[in-house]
């Protein structure tokens, strides 16, 4: 089964610009959650998507969005970029809600290195 | 919101020695933390969880413990092995959705 799949995986953007990054994943899978991963901060959680309804969202300003697909695919916005949007951002999949089940772990994908010039 | 601290941010060991990392969580109904490794040029792998309902779980070298009193958790890796050089990250949830509250991560480096 292929695993979660984020493109683009590198992306150079300038300020004020604005930026979407896409995230497959794996087949079955009905959750998709963002996060952003810098030094400083580590991994922050953006926002959950189930069923194409947002479940969870993150302290982020609203230039963060996202959107979920009928087969799964999710895609996140960045409006009006800023250097310090400069990030890994990480894409997870989950069949069901992480920890109640077994089958319900968390897969990562490699992530979209942003970096905003 | 819920704050998870994570100690220490690198450690180095010895091959075959043992590597504990530690976490301490703020929110009192945080009842799912999993552990996540992390390679280079990767996203974070689960490489084990326990639920507030445990007090430990061990997979192979690997090991968990929860202290709900106390509110802390941490992994202990024995017998390490240089393919364990990773960061190492602590997280934990809610239950009310995918939304997981993550540590600042541990670089751990096992010298051969």
């Known amino acids: 089964k292929a695993g979660v799949t984020q493109t683009p995986r590198y992306l150079i953007k300038t300020r004020g610009q604005q930026v979407t990054l896409s995230c497959s994943p794996i087949?079955?899978?009905?959750?998709v959650s963002w996060y952003q991963q810098t030094p400083g901060q580590g991994l922050q959680f953006l926002f959950e998507?189930?069923?194409?309804?947002?479940?969870n969202k993150g302290n982020f300003p609203g230039r963060f969005s996202g959107r979920q697909f009928s087969n799964s695919r999710s895609e996140m916005n960045v409006s009006t970029l800023e250097l310090g949007d400069s990030a890994l951002y990480l894409c997870?999949?989950?069949?069901?809600?992480?920890?109640?089940?077994?089958?319900?772990?968390?897969?990562f994908g490699p992530g979209t290195r942003l970096t905003v010039l | 919101g819920e704050n998870v601290e994570q100690h220490p941010s690198t450690l180095s060991v010895q091959e075959g020695d043992s590597a504990v990392i530690k976490c301490t969580y703020s929110?009192?109904?945080?009842?799912?933390f999993p552990w996540y490794k992390q390679e280079l040029g990767k996203g974070p792998q689960l490489i084990i969880d326990?639920?507030?309902?445990?007090g430990e779980k061990k997979d192979q070298r690997i090991a968990v413990t929860l202290n709900k009193t106390a509110k802390h958790f941490s992994l202990h890796i024995t017998e390490t092995q240089p393919e364990d050089s990773a960061v190492y990250f602590c997280?934990?949830?809610?239950?009310?959705?995918?939304?997981?509250?993550f540590g600042t991560g541990t670089s751990l480096t096992v010298i051969p």
């Open positions: 997870a999949s989950s069949p069901l809600l992480a920890g109640t089940s077994v089958d319900s772990e968390q897969f």
């Open positions: 087949s079955g899978h009905r959750s």
């Open positions: 998507y189930f069923s194409e309804t947002q479940r």
């Open positions: 929110d009192s109904a945080s009842n799912y």
């Open positions: 326990i639920r507030s309902n445990v």
């Open positions: 997280a934990a949830n809610r239950n009310t959705g995918n939304q997981f509250y």
